[in-house]
């Protein structure tokens, strides 16, 4: 996370700089990933499916159970070999619903009691699958994926997935989960809704500017800028070498972030933290040391509030950095590692 403090100038740097290699701290994310990080792994679908559990009410006093909804969660895994496995069509597409070995035997038990036999369990789940899906069908609000129906029982790679929906339920305060196994068509659908329904409220959440990846910033002395900014110079930001950056708005910490590799790009992925606006020292200068900067406006900012949100930058991960004052690039600097905290070279 990038930190206020004055910083300064190595003194004595033979031996002690360092190239710096992004290689060392970044993760590389799947570019399936980044793709639905703003929309799909981040969209709630519970949102709708209003009244999806209150339907299940006449089948569950009739066989005496108690069932609650708990996590209903996007996510990019798949249904596993080992999983019961029913071919559906959802909106239009091939999609799969599985259910794991321990849930599927829970649910087949509590709906059939005594049951045993694996040929057995596979019709009464069959059977509970068919009614979640006309349930399903049912409560969709805003949406088009409604299952038309349940072709039996598949395998796990016998249809084109992308993502799921992850349902965890307890039955009888027992643990049981579902997938939802979805293919692009439906995965793009729900990432469209969900960037659309940020985006009709992104007009009074955030006005447009410069979104700028900060490494560090410094308080500076005006009667030391000079030194500061003079071609070699190299400057111990005093932070430790991490992914961590900061997203600034303007002069305003926006969301703190770590550093990511897609697909060859440097990418920022928003993570859960709280952040303060720094203020520098009284009689200084306030130094920021960035990465890059790009316009957005109030959409991609609404999209980027997210914990989880990605921004993919039009540059490689590399050792270019510049240095900004009052949000005006005063010169190019190149990041490096000094006594293993990050440092620049003012070029």
Same mark, same amino acid.
């Given at each position: 996370m990038s930190a206020t403090g004055q910083g300064h100038i190595a003194s004595d740097t033979s031996g002690d700089v360092e190239s710096f290699d992004w290689r060392r701290v970044l993760r590389s994310m799947d570019p399936l990933e980044a793709r639905y990080a703003n929309g799909f792994l981040r969209c709630h679908p519970e949102k709708w499916f209003p009244g999806i559990g209150a339907r299940w009410s006449p089948l569950l006093s009739a066989v005496g159970s108690d069932l609650r909804v708990g996590e209903i969660k996007p996510t990019l895994v798949l249904p596993d070999a080992q999983a019961l496995c029913f071919k559906a069509i959802l909106g239009g597409e091939a999609g799969i619903i599985a259910i794991d070995a321990n849930s599927a035997r829970l649910i087949a038990q509590e709906i059939a009691p005594g049951i045993t036999k694996a040929k057995e369990m596979s019709v009464v789940l069959e059977y509970v #699958?068919?009614?979640? $899906?006309?349930? @399903? &069908?049912?409560?969709?609000? /805003? *949406?088009? %994926? !409604?299952? @038309?129906? #349940?072709? /039996?029982?598949? *395998?796990?790679?016998?249809?084109? $997935?992308v993502g799921s929906i992850k349902i965890s339920f307890s039955l009888n305060s027992s643990p049981v989960s579902a997938l939802i196994g979805v293919g692009e068509k439906v995965a793009d659908m729900m990432d469209g809704l969900w960037r659309r329904q940020l985006h009709s409220a992104a007009r009074t959440s955030h006005q447009p500017g410069t979104l700028r990846v900060e490494v560090a910033q410094l308080g500076v002395p005006p009667q030391m800028l000079t030194e500061y900014l003079s071609k070699g110079t190299v400057i111990d930001l005093e932070v430790p070498v991490s992914d961590s950056v900061t997203l600034r708005l303007g002069h305003k910490a926006f969301m703190p972030a770590r550093l990511v590799e897609v697909? /060859?790009? $440097? /990418?920022? =992925? %928003? #993570? =859960? &933290?709280? $952040?303060t606006n720094l203020a520098v020292p009284d009689g200084t200068s306030r130094l920021s040391i960035e990465l890059a900067s790009v316009a957005a406006d109030a959409a991609r900012l609404t999209e980027l509030s997210q914990v989880g949100s990605v921004l993919v930058l039009d540059m490689t991960p590399g050792q270019q950095a510049s240095i900004v004052i009052? =949000?005006?690039? @005063? !010169?190019? !600097?190149?990041l490096c590692v000094y =006594? &293993?905290?990050?440092? %620049?070279? %003012?070029?």
């Open positions: #699958v068919q009614r979640f $899906l006309a349930i @399903v &069908g049912m409560c969709q609000a /805003g *949406t088009d %994926v !409604a299952a @038309v129906e #349940v072709d /039996g029982r598949c *395998t796990s790679s016998d249809a084109s $997935l697909d /060859g790009r $440097l /990418g920022c =992925q %928003v #993570v =859960q &933290g709280s $952040l009052n =949000q005006e690039k @005063v !010169a190019d !600097a190149k =006594q &293993g905290r990050f440092a %620049v070279e %003012v070029i």
